[in-house]
Antibody, heavy 118, light 113 residues
Framework: QVQLVQSGAEVKKPGASVRVSCKAS????????IHWVRQAPGQRLEWMGW????????KYSEKFQGRVTIIRDTSATTVYMELSSLRSEDTAVYYC???????????WGQGTMVTVSS | DIVMTQSPDSLAVSLGERATINCKSS????????????LAWYLQKPGQPPKVLIYWASTRESGVPDRFSGSGSGTDFTLTISSLQAEDVAVYYC?????????FGQGTKLEIK
């Protein structure tokens, strides 16, 4: 079936980087875009950025510009999100989500908990 | 950025009764060239990712029960659950996809009275 499976939980120290993967299966990978959304404890969902799985074009939220990088590996049907210069406020569940042809996020990964703590 | 504000923050409704959640955007989400409102509704249950219910403000996602409906245009939108079921207990979010950064409301927690 159509699904996105993310990598496991991470614990990082302040200043470090984290890379979260999102493996797609069950559909034509290059026909859809993938978004990254995070949810800090008790906070609203926050959009971080997007990648076209077809041509690799990206768009990032200005809030994360310079700290976030999203890439894709078409042979592995996997999208990666890397966030650098981590601080405690980056502690959150990070989700990948597929954008369908109606521009909504129709399939979500299970989420990856990233904890930033010294 | 477009700010999305939901009301109320929490809501308790009896089983079988109607639940109404409102969402207001700081800018119009109506795109004049196609007359579509770039507004979606999601629900999220504890420990799960969000699930899309409604898009284009009023189009129900495939498989979503018809007790869920969306309405509104421009800056004011409403999600209605016509007859609350126990499985509808969740946090509901509105989201605008008119312009990046895509933004979400703060969420409305729906409980059973």
């Amino acid at each position: 079936q159509v699904q996105l499976v993310q990598s496991g939980a991470e614990v990082k120290k302040p200043g470090a980087s984290v890379r979260v993967s999102c493996k797609a299966s069950g559909y034509s990978f290059t026909n859809y875009g993938i978004h990254w959304v995070r949810q800090a404890p008790g906070q609203r969902l926050e959009w971080m950025g997007w990648i076209s799985a077809g041509n690799g074009n990206t768009k990032y939220s200005e809030k994360f510009q310079g700290r976030v990088t999203i890439i894709r590996d078409t042979s592995a049907t996997t999208v990666y999100m890397e966030l650098s210069s981590l601080r405690s406020e980056d502690t959150a569940v990070y989700y990948c989500a597929r954008e369908d042809y109606e521009n909504v996020f129709d399939i979500w990964g299970q989420g990856t908990m990233v904890t930033v703590s010294s | 950025d477009i700010v999305m504000t939901q009301s109320p923050d929490s809501l308790a409704v009896s089983l079988g009764e109607r639940a109404t959640i409102n969402c207001k955007s700081s800018q119009s989400l109506l795109y004049s060239s196609n007359s579509k409102n770039y507004l979606a509704w999601y629900l999220q249950k504890p420990g799960q990712p969000p699930k899309v219910l409604i898009y284009w403000a009023s189009t129900r996602e495939s498989g979503v029960p018809d007790r869920f409906s969306g309405s509104g245009s421009g800056t004011d939108f409403t999600l209605t659950i016509s007859s609350l079921q126990a499985e509808d207990v969740a946090v509901y979010y509105c989201q605008q996809y008119y312009r990046t950064p895509y933004t979400f409301g703060q969420g409305t927690k729906l409980e059973i009275k």
